[in-house]
Nanobody, 123 residues
Framework: VQLVESGGGLVQAGGSLRLSCAASENTFSSYAVAWFRQAPGKEREFVATIRQTRTTHYADSVKGRFTISRDYVKNMVYLQMDTLKPEDTAIYYC??????????????????WGQGTQVTVSS
């Protein structure tokens, strides 16, 4: 199953972006879908996930600013990012997997990844 992210770009601090993740097949209902990000020189870090039960989890650094959602009809997952900060600058990836609750933040628990989309927040 191919995952394709879109919606990245350049935005000023305080602005908003909405990232989209599309799957080539109807797969999101069977998997948890997560967003990770990786800044230059840093490890890939967890941003948010939405599980098959529709429960959501967020990294502390984005809680209250980012919202993950899914559209079963369109087979899409979104990441609404508000009040963006320069430290949010990174390549953002969506991924699917079936992690247990205690491992939802572990990128190794997700086996299928998109190619990423660049988000740049200027100060």
């Amino acid at each position: 199953v191919q995952l394709v992210e879109s919606g990245g770009g350049l935005v000023q601090a305080g602005g908003s972006l909405r990232l989209s993740c599309a799957a080539s097949e109807n797969t999101f209902s069977s998997y948890a879908v997560a967003w990770f990000r990786q800044a230059p020189g840093k490890e890939r870090e967890f941003v948010a996930t939405i599980r098959q039960t529709r429960t959501t989890h967020y990294a502390d650094s984005v809680k209250g600013r980012f919202t993950i959602s899914r559209d079963y009809v369109k087979n899409m997952v979104y990441l609404q990012m508000d009040t963006l900060k320069p430290e949010d600058t990174a390549i953002y990836y969506c991924a699917t997997g079936r992690p247990i609750l205690s491992s939802i933040r572990d990128p190794n628990m997700y086996g299928n990844w998109g190619q990423g989309t660049q988000v740049t927040v200027s100060s």
